[in-house]
T-cell receptor, first 111, second 115 residues
Framework: LAKTTQPISMDSYEGQEVNITCSHN???????ITWYQQFPSQGPRFIIQ???TKVTNEVASLFIPADRKSSTLSLPRVSLSDTAVYYC????????????FGPGTRLSVLP | GAVVSQHPSWVICKSGTSVKIECRSL??????MFWYRQFPKQSLMLMAT?????????EQGVEKDKFLINHASLTLSTLTVTSAHPEDSSFYIC???????????FGPGTRLTVT
Protein backbone atom coordinates (compact mmCIF):
# COMPACT_ATOMS: atom_id res chain seq x y z
CA LEU A 1 0.00 0.00 0.00
CA ALA A 2 1.34 3.40 -0.96
CA LYS A 3 1.19 5.80 1.94
CA THR A 4 0.66 9.41 1.07
CA THR A 5 1.61 12.66 2.72
CA GLN A 6 -0.12 15.97 2.11
CA PRO A 7 -0.05 19.36 3.80
CA ILE A 8 -2.75 19.45 6.44
CA SER A 9 -4.06 22.84 5.40
CA MET A 10 -3.56 25.66 2.92
CA ASP A 11 -4.95 29.14 2.58
CA SER A 12 -5.43 31.03 -0.65
CA TYR A 13 -7.27 34.02 -2.02
CA GLU A 14 -9.90 34.13 -4.71
CA GLY A 15 -8.50 34.20 -8.20
CA GLN A 16 -5.16 32.66 -7.29
CA GLU A 17 -3.75 29.40 -8.55
CA VAL A 18 -3.42 26.74 -5.86
CA ASN A 19 -0.99 23.83 -6.00
CA ILE A 20 -1.36 20.94 -3.57
CA THR A 21 1.39 18.36 -3.50
CA CYS A 22 1.06 14.75 -2.43
CA SER A 23 4.04 12.55 -1.65
CA HIS A 24 3.80 8.82 -2.32
CA ASN A 25 7.31 7.41 -2.14
CA UNK A 26 6.23 3.77 -2.22
CA UNK A 27 3.92 3.97 -5.21
CA UNK A 28 3.67 0.69 -7.09
CA UNK A 29 3.95 0.19 -10.82
CA UNK A 30 0.24 -0.46 -11.23
CA UNK A 31 -0.92 2.41 -9.02
CA UNK A 32 -2.79 5.40 -10.38
CA ILE A 33 -3.05 8.76 -8.65
CA THR A 34 -6.51 10.19 -8.12
CA TRP A 35 -7.61 13.40 -6.46
CA TYR A 36 -10.97 13.93 -4.83
CA GLN A 37 -12.70 16.95 -3.35
CA GLN A 38 -14.92 16.66 -0.29
CA PHE A 39 -17.28 19.19 1.26
CA PRO A 40 -18.52 18.71 4.86
CA SER A 41 -21.04 15.91 5.28
CA GLN A 42 -20.83 14.94 1.61
CA GLY A 43 -19.19 12.13 -0.29
CA PRO A 44 -15.98 12.85 -2.19
CA ARG A 45 -16.17 14.08 -5.75
CA PHE A 46 -13.71 12.98 -8.41
CA ILE A 47 -11.45 15.75 -9.68
CA ILE A 48 -8.74 14.19 -11.80
CA GLN A 49 -6.65 11.06 -12.27
CA UNK A 50 -3.30 10.31 -13.84
CA UNK A 51 -0.49 7.82 -14.15
CA UNK A 52 2.42 9.92 -15.34
CA THR A 53 3.39 13.31 -16.79
CA LYS A 54 0.52 15.79 -17.01
CA VAL A 55 -3.23 15.48 -17.15
CA THR A 56 -5.62 18.39 -17.58
CA ASN A 57 -9.39 18.62 -17.51
CA GLU A 58 -11.88 21.45 -17.21
CA VAL A 59 -11.34 21.97 -13.51
CA ALA A 60 -7.73 21.05 -12.70
CA SER A 61 -4.33 19.87 -13.82
CA LEU A 62 -2.30 17.04 -12.37
CA PHE A 63 1.48 17.03 -12.63
CA ILE A 64 3.39 13.80 -12.03
CA PRO A 65 7.20 13.70 -12.27
CA ALA A 66 9.03 10.85 -13.94
CA ASP A 67 9.77 9.01 -10.69
CA ARG A 68 6.07 9.21 -9.72
CA LYS A 69 6.97 9.65 -6.05
CA SER A 70 4.85 12.76 -5.83
CA SER A 71 2.07 14.54 -7.64
CA THR A 72 0.71 18.07 -7.68
CA LEU A 73 -2.89 19.07 -8.09
CA SER A 74 -3.21 22.51 -9.63
CA LEU A 75 -6.44 24.48 -9.30
CA PRO A 76 -6.49 27.58 -11.49
CA ARG A 77 -8.17 30.74 -10.25
CA VAL A 78 -9.85 29.36 -7.15
CA SER A 79 -13.12 30.74 -5.83
CA LEU A 80 -14.75 30.63 -2.40
CA SER A 81 -16.65 27.50 -3.43
CA ASP A 82 -13.37 25.63 -3.79
CA THR A 83 -12.99 25.65 -0.01
CA ALA A 84 -12.97 21.94 0.79
CA VAL A 85 -10.76 19.02 1.73
CA TYR A 86 -8.71 17.56 -1.10
CA TYR A 87 -7.59 13.96 -0.96
CA CYS A 88 -4.80 12.27 -2.85
CA UNK A 89 -5.58 8.62 -3.49
CA UNK A 90 -3.01 6.14 -4.70
CA UNK A 91 -3.99 2.65 -5.63
CA UNK A 92 -4.57 -0.04 -8.15
CA UNK A 93 -7.75 0.77 -10.00
CA UNK A 94 -8.34 -2.66 -11.35
CA UNK A 95 -9.57 -5.54 -9.23
CA UNK A 96 -7.07 -4.77 -6.50
CA UNK A 97 -9.19 -3.04 -3.93
CA UNK A 98 -6.76 -1.59 -1.48
CA UNK A 99 -7.28 2.10 -2.04
CA UNK A 100 -5.58 4.25 0.53
CA PHE A 101 -6.83 7.76 1.08
CA GLY A 102 -4.27 10.28 2.19
CA PRO A 103 -4.87 12.52 5.18
CA GLY A 104 -6.32 15.24 3.02
CA THR A 105 -5.52 18.94 2.64
CA ARG A 106 -8.01 21.44 3.97
CA LEU A 107 -8.04 24.33 1.53
CA SER A 108 -9.51 27.61 2.66
CA VAL A 109 -10.15 30.20 -0.01
CA LEU A 110 -10.43 33.70 1.37
CA PRO A 111 -12.15 36.68 -0.28
CA GLY B 1 -24.79 10.27 -15.15
CA ALA B 2 -23.01 7.97 -12.68
CA VAL B 3 -25.10 8.86 -9.66
CA VAL B 4 -24.87 6.92 -6.42
CA SER B 5 -27.48 7.35 -3.71
CA GLN B 6 -27.54 6.31 -0.09
CA HIS B 7 -30.45 5.79 2.22
CA PRO B 8 -30.98 6.97 4.81
CA SER B 9 -28.96 10.16 4.82
CA TRP B 10 -28.94 10.13 8.58
CA VAL B 11 -30.12 7.72 11.24
CA ILE B 12 -30.23 7.61 15.01
CA CYS B 13 -30.49 4.26 16.73
CA LYS B 14 -30.23 2.91 20.24
CA SER B 15 -27.28 0.93 21.45
CA GLY B 16 -27.69 -2.78 20.78
CA THR B 17 -29.95 -2.41 17.78
CA SER B 18 -29.07 -2.97 14.13
CA VAL B 19 -29.30 -0.51 11.30
CA LYS B 20 -29.17 -1.04 7.55
CA ILE B 21 -27.75 1.45 5.06
CA GLU B 22 -28.48 1.14 1.36
CA CYS B 23 -26.22 2.17 -1.50
CA ARG B 24 -27.64 2.30 -4.99
CA SER B 25 -26.15 3.10 -8.37
CA LEU B 26 -28.97 4.91 -10.14
CA UNK B 27 -27.92 4.96 -13.75
CA UNK B 28 -25.20 2.36 -14.14
CA UNK B 29 -24.38 -1.15 -13.12
CA UNK B 30 -21.76 -1.30 -10.39
CA UNK B 31 -19.67 -4.42 -10.46
CA UNK B 32 -17.81 -3.30 -7.36
CA MET B 33 -18.94 -1.26 -4.40
CA PHE B 34 -16.86 0.04 -1.54
CA TRP B 35 -17.83 1.02 1.96
CA TYR B 36 -15.92 3.67 3.88
CA ARG B 37 -16.17 5.11 7.34
CA GLN B 38 -15.17 8.63 8.22
CA PHE B 39 -14.81 10.08 11.69
CA PRO B 40 -14.92 13.86 12.22
CA LYS B 41 -11.91 15.71 10.84
CA GLN B 42 -10.40 12.47 9.59
CA SER B 43 -9.85 10.87 6.23
CA LEU B 44 -11.93 8.10 4.71
CA MET B 45 -11.13 4.61 5.90
CA LEU B 46 -11.96 1.74 3.60
CA MET B 47 -13.99 -0.87 5.43
CA ALA B 48 -14.77 -3.42 2.76
CA THR B 49 -15.08 -4.14 -0.92
CA UNK B 50 -17.99 -6.03 -2.39
CA UNK B 51 -18.35 -7.52 -5.82
CA UNK B 52 -21.80 -8.42 -7.09
CA UNK B 53 -22.66 -11.98 -6.23
CA UNK B 54 -19.59 -12.51 -4.08
CA UNK B 55 -18.78 -12.23 -0.41
CA UNK B 56 -17.35 -8.93 0.68
CA UNK B 57 -13.66 -8.54 1.39
CA UNK B 58 -13.04 -6.73 4.65
CA GLU B 59 -10.06 -4.59 5.54
CA GLN B 60 -7.90 -5.59 8.45
CA GLY B 61 -9.47 -4.65 11.75
CA VAL B 62 -13.05 -4.46 10.43
CA GLU B 63 -15.33 -7.03 12.05
CA LYS B 64 -17.20 -8.82 9.30
CA ASP B 65 -19.79 -10.17 11.75
CA LYS B 66 -20.56 -6.69 12.93
CA PHE B 67 -20.62 -4.94 9.57
CA LEU B 68 -22.63 -7.16 7.26
CA ILE B 69 -22.36 -6.30 3.59
CA ASN B 70 -24.61 -7.65 0.89
CA HIS B 71 -24.20 -6.91 -2.81
CA ALA B 72 -27.11 -8.83 -4.24
CA SER B 73 -27.50 -6.95 -7.50
CA LEU B 74 -25.50 -4.71 -9.80
CA THR B 75 -27.27 -1.64 -8.45
CA LEU B 76 -27.62 -2.27 -4.74
CA SER B 77 -25.31 -2.92 -1.84
CA THR B 78 -26.30 -2.81 1.81
CA LEU B 79 -24.30 -2.33 4.98
CA THR B 80 -25.88 -3.55 8.19
CA VAL B 81 -24.33 -2.45 11.46
CA THR B 82 -25.32 -5.11 13.95
CA SER B 83 -25.57 -4.53 17.68
CA ALA B 84 -24.53 -0.95 17.23
CA HIS B 85 -22.63 0.86 19.97
CA PRO B 86 -21.88 4.55 20.41
CA GLU B 87 -18.35 4.05 19.05
CA ASP B 88 -19.95 3.00 15.74
CA SER B 89 -21.29 6.51 15.33
CA SER B 90 -19.70 7.82 12.19
CA PHE B 91 -20.23 8.97 8.61
CA TYR B 92 -20.57 5.98 6.31
CA ILE B 93 -19.92 6.48 2.61
CA CYS B 94 -20.28 4.05 -0.24
CA UNK B 95 -18.79 4.21 -3.69
CA UNK B 96 -19.30 2.25 -6.86
CA UNK B 97 -17.23 1.30 -9.86
CA UNK B 98 -17.98 -0.01 -13.29
CA UNK B 99 -15.73 -2.85 -14.35
CA UNK B 100 -12.62 -1.72 -16.23
CA UNK B 101 -13.28 1.94 -15.49
CA UNK B 102 -11.08 3.80 -13.05
CA UNK B 103 -13.40 6.15 -11.29
CA UNK B 104 -15.16 5.54 -8.02
CA UNK B 105 -18.51 7.31 -7.82
CA PHE B 106 -19.30 8.21 -4.26
CA GLY B 107 -22.62 8.38 -2.53
CA PRO B 108 -23.62 11.36 -0.36
CA GLY B 109 -22.95 9.49 2.87
CA THR B 110 -25.03 8.38 5.85
CA ARG B 111 -24.60 9.89 9.28
CA LEU B 112 -25.11 7.22 11.95
CA THR B 113 -25.57 8.23 15.58
CA VAL B 114 -25.86 5.51 18.19
CA THR B 115 -27.25 6.64 21.54
Amino acid sequence: LAKTTQPISMDSYEGQEVNITCSHNNIATNDYITWYQQFPSQGPRFIIQGYKTKVTNEVASLFIPADRKSSTLSLPRVSLSDTAVYYCLVGDNWDGQNFVFGPGTRLSVLP
Amino acid sequence: GAVVSQHPSWVICKSGTSVKIECRSLDFQATTMFWYRQFPKQSLMLMATSNEGSKATYEQGVEKDKFLINHASLTLSTLTVTSAHPEDSSFYICSARIRDFYEQYFGPGTRLTVT
